[in-house]
């Protein structure tokens, strides 16, 4: 479903080069929902890829859910904890959060509800947050039940 002032506004893209910049991405991607899927390591390109349902947290606006990309650059080696291969089982994201090791490398954490997380080893902060275009109605805001249909556009899983 789409919204009428959808037609009037931008996709947000954004991009962060230090911490403050990525708590601004971790804020628009609070309850976002993906999958193990929905994550990729290109190690050759030391990229680190994902795809996520974010909720659009836009004031007086109905609940709804927008498709957004991800990528993070200068990537060296990426950790997992409880995450499976091949699951599809939907998972949230709570935060991204940087500490850094020896400035300005340290390392990324995608810290999802439930106790899972990644951990991106990095040169330095740089990532690019982009919209994709589809927008759908959202069941309900975010908790940290994940409702199935929020996960396609508008539609159960």
């Known amino acids: 479903m789409t919204f009428p002032e959808d037609n009037f506004m931008e996709l947000l893209r954004l991009a962060a080069l230090d911490a403050e910049?990525?708590?601004?991405?971790?804020?628009?991607?609070?309850?976002?929902?993906?999958?193990?899927?929905?994550?990729?390591y290109l190690a050759g390109e030391h990229r680190f890829l994902m795809v996520a349902r974010r909720f659009d947290w836009t004031p007086n606006a109905p609940p709804r859910r927008r498709l957004a990309g991800v990528h993070f650059e200068r990537v060296l080696t990426v950790k997992?904890?409880?995450?499976?291969p091949g699951d599809a089982t939907p998972m949230s994201l709570l935060a991204l959060t940087f500490t850094p090791t020896n400035a300005p490398s340290g390392h990324v954490d995608l810290v999802f509800s439930g106790g899972a997380a990644v951990r991106l080893e990095v040169e330095c902060i740089e990532v690019r947050m982009k919209d994709l275009g589809p927008v759908w109605e959202a069941a309900t805001r975010p908790g940290h039940d994940i409702d199935t249909r929020d996960t396609a556009s508008g539609t159960a899983a």
């Open 80 to 84: 997992t904890r409880g995450l499976t």
């Open 21 to 40: 910049d990525l708590t601004v991405i971790s804020a628009h991607l609070q309850d976002a929902i993906l999958r193990p899927e929905d994550l990729t």
